[in-house]
């Protein structure tokens, strides 16, 4: 399984934007990048995927490095509810319903 | 709400003793798949089920076993429980690339 290196742990205020970094430098071409969030005391929770170009839905958006090396999970604006553990996951695109391999993640404190 | 629905929410019981934990997977996914989250180890895969068939394992111990039914609700069986057990089980479903997950059954052993 490939590899990914996230900072263990970040801060951010009150409807301010999160720039959430992951580094993937040993990604293949088949892999798709994905990001769970797991509040507390809750299971993950799905937040957004993608292969090579920069997607954006309604809980955040994921910008993908040219390289495809890195990636960044933007939170445009932080609420107390995002305070959470965020995993970036890499996932081969031919592995339908394969398993999520979670790191350590990056843990976000939500200041007020 | 993710969907998933998980039972018991919690469970105490004794060290040698066997439990079962029951997954109800999301109307329509086929798939189901269980992790545990520990202290020390994280968020780890354990097995997947997929429409009743055993598709992959992970780091599950032989004191632990699962199947998926029919109806496509899933269990989890610990046996000979250590201390070591306790932990968070989460169970998940899918049905393309996103996994849903359960609110989990967390394990106090003895």
């Known amino acids: 399984d490939a590899k990914t290196t996230q900072p263990n742990s970040m801060e951010s205020n009150e409807e301010e934007p999160v720039h959430l970094p992951c580094n993937h430098s040993t990604i293949s071409g088949t892999d798709y990048i994905h990001w769970y969030r797991q509040l507390p005391s809750q299971g993950p929770e799905y937040v957004i995927h993608?292969?090579?170009s920069n997607v954006n839905n309604r809980m955040a958006s994921l910008a993908i490095a040219e390289d495809r090396k890195s990636s960044t999970l933007i939170l445009h604006r932080a609420t107390l509810r995002d305070a959470a553990v965020y995993y970036c996951i890499l996932r081969p695109s031919f592995a339908y319903g394969n398993k999520l391999v979670f790191g350590a993640g990056t843990i976000l404190r939500v200041k007020s | 709400d993710s969907g998933v629905t998980q039972t018991p929410k919690h469970l105490i019981t004794a060290t040698g003793q066997r439990v079962t934990l029951r997954c109800s997977p999301r109307s329509g996914d086929l798939s189901v798949y269980w992790y545990q989250q520990s202290l020390d180890q994280g968020l780890q895969f354990l097995i997947q089920y997929y429409n009743g068939e055993e598709r992959a394992k992970g780091n599950i111990l032989e004191r632990f076993s699962a199947q998926q039914f029919p109806d496509l609700h899933s269990e989890l069986n610990l046996s000979s429980l250590e201390l070591g057990d306790s932990a968070l089980y989460f169970c998940?479903?899918?049905?393309?690339?996103?996994?849903?997950f359960g609110p989990g059954t967390r394990l106090t052993v003895l």
């Open positions: 998940a479903s899918s049905a393309a690339d996103t996994q849903y």
């Open positions: 993608g292969l090579t």
